[in-house]
């Protein structure tokens, strides 16, 4: 147990000492959606948005709970990258070659993405507030969406990492990523609530987990526990299915290429 | 534990999607000895090190690396071994010695413990003055130094190395060989793969050459070379004649003073039992074909003769003039 933590914490560390060396890069996933998203799209489609159709005061205060659960989609679908960096460069084998639990490396690759995501969600809440969004079920609400960011962002990483352990080359990872993220936006009620998209969008929106999550998120900033609270416990159950499947899924794959 | 060995393989065997990559290698090593698998790239040495060290499960066969079995003790295998991997395997934005305290708790030393090992791994490989710098500002030769205080950390009974100087300059190259040797003078077994052949003839105690995942000869620089007996008459060729070559070539082939006739580009490399008693019929052959020669020389068998006679080719066909030194 002790060894656990010392491996666990020692590897976290490092990706920690990664993102404080790659400050570009760490200004820019920080930046990154809250102003191309909730200031830049937030205030262009504030006129062209129906306050009937989205049920909230302003569009930013809808799209709030979108750019959260696309920041923990973003983040959790790119949690394996430095993974398959590791693989490519010949760290991981290194990794690989001492006395270390097998599950150390990804157990601190989703302490990790989770501890940055959570921090982003937070970022994002501030600079929604600055704009006069106020969530409605307060701070127990903010630790409620945190959860249901986590559960999400628990099973995005399990895929991103699974595709990590499995392509060829990372140009198969981009391209895969690329190919996932815009249309799990695009069908889920992110941008527009469901009941505003044709008939057969919606249908495939409901297969679409992350639907479920903003689902849950949504009423926790714009209406209150009695709207949020049914939809966060479904979004919780739905969550716990669906981190099952990935961590099964990619701890398989993780298997195969480790031997 | 002077002679006992570090390392013993059995049978060993592994098939990549029907592919065999390592086709029933046995042989041990002892304890303390540099033991280097030479062969050609896809030879199947780096399958088998990687065997060695549990990251990759044999198909079948059986290996003890530091008295642990690889297959039912791995944890025990990888808690007693060092690794100094092909690939600069350096994380860029971390310093040298945050790579190295990575380590220290990935092998759960004590913090007391670690900073003592790191200091004096840093010393032994002359990185104390860039030890606080990122990697990323490292030269080759220098990832290559961190590459091999990181695989020394554990203090190993073995240490594993992939092709210690590939691509490496020149001085770097003898610098890495200097290290080497002192860890084996510290008694430390290292077990090296590398398809350079001046690497092999001057580091290895026992080589073993692999071709095709199979072992083709096994034994120390010297006894190989004596081994293969004879010499090597080298014969070039004038530019003009290069197409008469290849009768030259099968006619040589026929003489009984001649044991095996290898083409090379302008020219050929021809074993013989003894050169004085072989080069008038050689130079006889080369007459009566109208094929002039352009030099003729002979020497003792080197360590790529070996490679040849046991293989049938060169260790790398496109640079034939590489290993000539």
Not at chain 2, 271 to 296: F, M, W, Y
Request: hydrophobic share 50%.
């Amino acid at each position: 147990m002790r060894e656990s933590l010392q491996e666990i914490g020692a590897l976290t560390m490092r990706w920690v000492r990664r993102l404080s060396r790659e400050k570009f890069s760490m200004l820019f996933t920080l930046v990154q959606p809250m102003l191309f998203w909730l200031i830049f799209f937030g205030n262009l489609f504030q006129r062209a948005a129906d306050g009937q159709v989205m049920q909230a005061p302003n569009y930013i205060s809808f799209l709030a709970a979108g750019v959260v659960v696309m920041t923990v989609l973003n983040n959790g679908l790119a949690g394996g990258v430095d993974l398959l960096f590791d693989k490519e460069n010949g760290f991981l084998e290194r990794l690989m070659s001492t006395p270390i639990h097998r599950s150390s490396v990804i157990l601190s690759r989703f302490l990790f993405v989770m501890a940055i995501t959570s921090l982003q969600v937070l970022v994002i809440l501030g600079v929604a507030w600055l704009f006069g969004v106020r969530p409605a079920t307060g701070w127990l609400g903010i630790a409620l969406i945190l959860l249901v960011g986590v559960l999400f962002g628990v099973g995005l990483t399990a895929i991103s990492m699974a595709m990590a352990f499995s392509v060829k080359s990372h140009g198969d990872f981009f391209s895969v990523l690329g190919f996932l993220s815009l249309p799990m936006i695009f069908l889920s009620s992110a941008l527009v609530p469901l009941n505003a998209m044709p008939g057969w969008m919606q249908v495939l929106a409901m297969f679409n987990p992350m639907t479920w999550v903003i689902d849950a998120v949504r009423p926790l900033i714009l209406s209150g526990w009695t709207d949020a609270l049914p939809r966060v416990g479904l979004a919780i159950v739905i969550m716990v299915v669906f981190d099952a499947v990935c961590l099964y899924g990619s701890s398989r794959a993780f298997r195969r290429a480790m031997g | 534990m002077a002679r006992s060995p570090a390392i013993e393989v059995s049978a060993l065997t592994k098939v990549f999607d029907g592919v065999t990559a390592v086709d029933h290698l046995s042989f041990h090593v002892h304890a303390g000895e540099v033991f280097g698998l030479l062969g050609p790239n896809g030879a199947g040495k780096s399958t088998t090190l990687r065997i060695l060290i549990t990251l990759v499960r044999p198909t079948s066969g059986s290996a003890t690396v530091a008295g642990a079995d690889v297959l039912r003790e791995p944890e025990k295998v990888r808690s007693r071994i060092g690794y100094v991997p092909q690939e600069r395997a350096i994380d860029r934005f971390l310093t040298g010695r945050e790579h190295l305290l990575l380590l220290a708790d990935l092998y759960h030393l004590p913090k007391v413990e670690a900073r003592r090992r790191i200091a004096e791994l840093l010393a032994l490989v002359d990185l104390e003055h860039r030890a606080d710098a990122p990697a990323k500002t490292y030269s080759g030769g220098m990832k290559r130094k961190l590459d091999i205080a990181c695989g020394l950390l554990p203090n190993p009974s073995v240490l594993f190395m992939d092709e210690p100087t590939l691509g490496l300059d020149v001085q770097s190259r003898l610098r890495i060989w200097d290290y080497i040797r002192r860890l084996r003078d510290r008694g430390i077994t290292i077990v090296m793969t590398t398809n350079y052949l001046d690497e092999a003839d001057q580091l290895c105690d026992r080589l073993a050459i692999i071709d095709a995942g199979r072992i083709k000869a096994l034994g120390s620089p010297s006894e190989l070379k004596a081994g293969l007996g004879g010499d090597t008459l080298s014969l070039s060729v004038v530019p003009a004649h290069e197409d008469s070559l290849l009768k030259l070539i099968a006619a040589l082939k026929d003489l009984s003073s001649v044991r095996a006739v290898n083409a090379k580009p302008r020219g050929c490399d021809v074993r013989v039992e003894s050169s004085e008693k072989a080069l008038p019929s050689v130079l006889e052959t080369a007459n009566r074909l109208g094929c002039q020669l352009d030099s003729i020389e002979y020497r003792r068998p080197r360590l790529d003769d070996v490679f040849i006679a046991y293989t049938g080719h060169r260790i790398r066909e496109e640079f034939p003039a590489a290993d000539q030194e």
